[in-house]
C-alpha cells in the first residue's frame, strides 16, 4: 500500500478536525433554537409541506423520507449532533486508547453521523436554509470523515483536499466579483459594503468612515487574497503557509467588520490545511502535535502507526470521488456565467462558492410594527418589534453574532432585494405575530405587546444609512433613517388579508 501519510501536516489537521467540530456544534445549537419555528410542524415554512414536494430521496437527501418528521425527534437530532461535536471539539473519539482500527473506525462513524445529521437537517430547511456555507459546512464535514486519527499521519491527499476546498471558496469569490458589479472593478465597492452587508456588526460603523483611499486598499487587497494568494496553497512550503497566514488574516479582517454567520470561520479553519509544522515550529516554537493532543517529543518527533490497508483504500476512493466531483465545480469557475454557490451532487461533496457578487449602494429595512388599536389609522399606537442582529432602533449599536447565525435576521435583508425572498413564509410570520405565537416572538428581541397579541401587523420599508460623527455625538444615534413606503399594509388575522 502506498504511504499517504503527511508527518509534517498534524498543526494543520489539529486545526481542522477541532475547528469543523466547533461550527458542527454551533450548527445544531441553531438548528435546536431556531428550526421548529422556522420550519418545523408549525414553521413559516413547514418541513413537512417540502418533504411532500420531494417524494425522492436522492432529490433532498434526509432521513426524514423514511421516518416521519416532528420537532421532538429534529430536536433529539440536534442534540445527538451537538454533543457528538462537543466530543470531537475536545479530542475524544480521536485519542481513545483503542486498536488503530477501532479507533479510525469510531472516529469516522463519529464524524458520519454528524455530516448524516446535519445534512438531514439542511435539506428540510427550506429557504431559510439555503445559504452557501451550509454545503460549505457539509463538504469539509465529509472530508473531515477521513482525517484519521493521532495514531496514523494525517492523509496527505485529505489535506490537499481542504486546499482544494479553501481555493474554490476563495477564487471563486474573487471571480465572482471580478465579472459582477463594475464598482469592484473601479474600485469603489467598499465605499458601500460595511454600511449594507446583511448584519454589521459593532465596528462596521468604524469601518465604514474609514477614508475612501483605505477602502481602495481593501478592495485590492481583496482581489489579492482571493484571484493570487489561493494558487500559493498548492506552492512547497514555506510558501504555501505564507499563503495561507495570509488569507487567514483577510478573512479575520471580515470577522472584525461584519457578521457572516459561520462562512468566514469556516473559511479560515479550511485554508489552515496549508499550514506546515515546520514552519509553524519555526516561527512559534509548536512542535508536532503528538498522540494525546499535546506537544510531542523536546525534539518534536512524533511516531505514527503505519495506515491500515482499508483506510488507504477509503482514501483513495475519496480522491477519486473528489477529482471525479470537480468536474461541474471547474467548468462553472471557468464560465463567463458563473453561478454562487451551487452544488453539483446530490450530497453536496464537492460544490462552487461565492459571494457578495453585486453591493447595494443603499440600506432598505423592512420594520415591522403592531397595534392594539380597533383601526389601523395614522392615529393608532404603532409599536415596532426589534430584531435581535438586523437594524432597527437607530441608537442601538450592532452586536457581534456570527459565528452564530440568526437566520430570520438574514432573510429579512433580502426581503427588500426582491419580495420573491419571502413569497413563501414572510406573511405567515406576520400572522404568527397577530396570534401571539411564542416560538416566532423567542427569535426576535424583543415583543412590544408582551400582554396580548396586537390587532394589526404591518410591514414598512426605511431607507437607512451611518449616522456621521457630527449626527452620533449629537443624537446617540448609529443609524439615520426615512420612510420610503408600505411593504405590507395593515393586516389582522379577522382579514388575513391587506387593509
Known amino acids: 500500500m502506498p504511504d499517504l501519510g503527511a508527518p509534517d501536516a498534524t498543526v494543520a489537521r489539529f486545526i481542522l478536525e477541532r475547528g469543523i467540530a466547533a461550527i458542527y456544534l454551533v450548527a445544531f445549537v441553531v438548528a435546536y433554537r431556531q428550526f421548529p419555528a422556522l420550519s418545523g410542524e408549525r414553521g413559516l415554512e413547514p418541513a413537512p409541506a417540502l418533504l411532500r414536494l420531494v417524494p425522492r430521496f436522492l432529490d433532498a437527501p434526509t432521513v426524514f423520507h423514511w421516518i416521519r418528521y416532528s420537532d421532538r425527534r429534529l430536536r433529539a437530532m440536534s442534540v445527538t449532533g451537538a454533543v457528538i461535536a462537543l466530543a470531537l471539539l475536545l479530542g475524544i473519539p480521536q485519542t481513545l486508547a483503542l486498536p488503530v482500527d477501532l479507533g479510525l473506525a469510531v472516529t469516522m462513524a463519529a464524524w458520519l453521523v454528524l455530516w448524516g445529521l446535519y445534512q438531514s437537517i439542511v435539506n428540510v430547511g427550506g429557504t431559510f436554509y ?87 486598499v481593501e478592495t485590492v487587497g481583496n482581489f489579492v487574497a482571493q484571484l493570487v494568494l489561493p494558487f500559493g496553497l498548492f506552492l512547497p512550503q514555506p510558501i504555501a503557509t505564507i499563503a ?59 511516531t505514527f502507526t503505519a495506515m491500515p490497508a482499508w483506510f488507504v483504500i477509503a482514501v483513495l476512493a ?33 460544490n462552487t462558492y461565492g459571494a457578495f457578487g453585486s453591493v447595494s449602494r443603499h440600506r432598505d429595512e423592512v420594520v415591522v410594527e403592531g397595534t392594539t388599536a380597533d383601526t389601523p389609522g395614522r392615529d393608532a399606537d404603532w409599536r415596532e418589534y426589534e430584531f435581535k442582529g438586523k437594524p432597527g432602533d ?3 449599536l450592532p452586536r457581534q453574532f456570527a459565528p452564530y447565525h440568526l437566520r430570520l435576521d438574514w432573510l429579512m435583508w433580502f426581503l427588500p432585494l426582491s419580495p420573491r425572498y419571502g413569497q413563501s413564509w414572510f406573511v405567515t410570520f406576520l400572522l404568527r405575530l397577530l396570534e401571539g405565537d411564542r416560538p416566532t416572538l423567542r427569535l426576535l428581541r424583543r415583543n412590544p405587546f408582551p400582554d396580548r397579541p396586537p390587532r394589526f401587523v404591518r410591514a414598512r420599508l426605511f431607507r437607512y444609512r451611518f449616522a456621521s460623527w457630527a449626527e452620533h455625538r449629537a443624537t ?24
Not at 276 to 291: K, M, Q, R, W
Not at 476 to 499: C, F, K, M, Q
Open 244 to 302: 495561507a497566514v495570509l488569507m487567514i488574516a483577510t478573512q479575520a479582517y471580515l470577522v472584525v467588520s461584519g457578521n457572516y454567520a459561520w462562512l468566514n470561520w469556516l473559511t479560515m479553519i479550511a485554508i489552515g490545511a496549508g499550514l506546515s509544522d515546520g514552519v509553524v515550529n519555526a516561527v512559534l516554537g509548536i512542535v508536532g502535535l503528538g498522540p494525546v493532543g499535546v506537544p510531542a517529543d523536546g525534539g518534536g518527533v512524533t
Open 476 to 499: 446617540g444615534a448609529w443609524w439615520t433613517r426615512e420612510l420610503v413606503g408600505d411593504y405590507v399594509r395593515p393586516i389582522s388575522l379577522r382579514e388575513e388579508g391587506p387593509r
Open 318 to 350: 475519496l480522491t477519486v470521488v473528489v477529482v471525479v466531483l470537480s468536474y461541474g465545480p471547474v467548468r462553472n469557475l471557468l464560465s463567463r456565467n458563473q453561478a454562487m454557490n451551487t452544488s453539483f451532487d446530490p450530497f453536496r461533496l464537492v
Open 394 to 396: 437607530v441608537r442601538r
Open 130 to 216: 439555503g445559504f452557501g456555507w451550509e454545503s460549505l459546512l457539509l463538504e469539509a464535514g465529509f472530508l473531515a470523515v477521513f482525517l484519521g486519527t493521532s495514531a496514523i499521519a494525517p492523509p496527505l491527499p485529505v489535506i490537499l483536499a481542504f486546499r482544494w476546498l479553501a481555493f474554490r471558496v476563495e477564487f471563486g469569490a474573487g471571480l465572482i466579483k471580478l465579472r459582477g458589479d463594475p464598482c469592484w472593478r473601479e474600485l469603489t465597492c467598499m465605499d458601500y459594503h460595511h454600511e449594507t452587508q446583511p448584519m454589521p456588526n459593532p465596528l462596521s460603523w468604524a469601518f465604514h468612515r474609514l477614508p475612501r483611499p483605505l477602502h481602495r
